[in-house]
């Protein structure tokens, strides 16, 4: 019995982790929507609400929490495949999961090259910037 509701209190801390990550990804793509929305703001002449700097922090701060949530997906298909094999569930099943652990982690790779990529290309940006500036 104890074991059951173990198993039960484990799959709906993987549902729970699952609607955060769900959320994390909504707010990351409303604001990367944003982003671009300024950008357009910019190029148009009219008043954009972030400067630059701004623009980049709130790109970094979302490449990092896409990374722990890729991270966190990792975990919580591990764990799912745990439970999944504590059921004895289908071979299927057990499949699909690591399936999706691997795919978890390809968004990992994915989540570190983002970041990778925004800090490489704002400081270009902030260079070519300063070298207009100096003219």
């Not at 059951?4 to 990367?32: D, F, K, P, Q, Y």
């Not at 764990?79 to 289908?90: G, R």
């Amino acid at each position: 019995m104890k074991v059951n509701e173990a198993s039960i209190e484990t799959e709906l801390n993987l549902i729970n982790g699952r609607i955060i990550i769900a959320l994390i990804i909504i707010v990351s793509v409303s604001l990367t929507a944003l982003i671009g929305y300024n950008e357009k703001l910019k190029l148009t002449g009219r008043q954009p609400f972030w400067n630059a700097s701004e623009v980049r922090n709130i790109a970094i701060i979302l490449r990092i929490a896409l990374l722990i949530s890729a991270i966190a997906a990792v975990y919580f298909c591990l764990t799912a495949i745990e439970v999944l094999k504590e059921k004895k569930a289908l071979k299927n099943d057990i499949d699909a999961g690591y399936f999706n652990f691997y795919a978890s982690i390809f968004g990992i790779g994915a989540a570190i090259l983002a970041l990778i990529a925004i800090s490489k290309s704002t400081l270009e940006e902030e260079e070519l910037i300063a070298n207009s500036i100096s003219f």
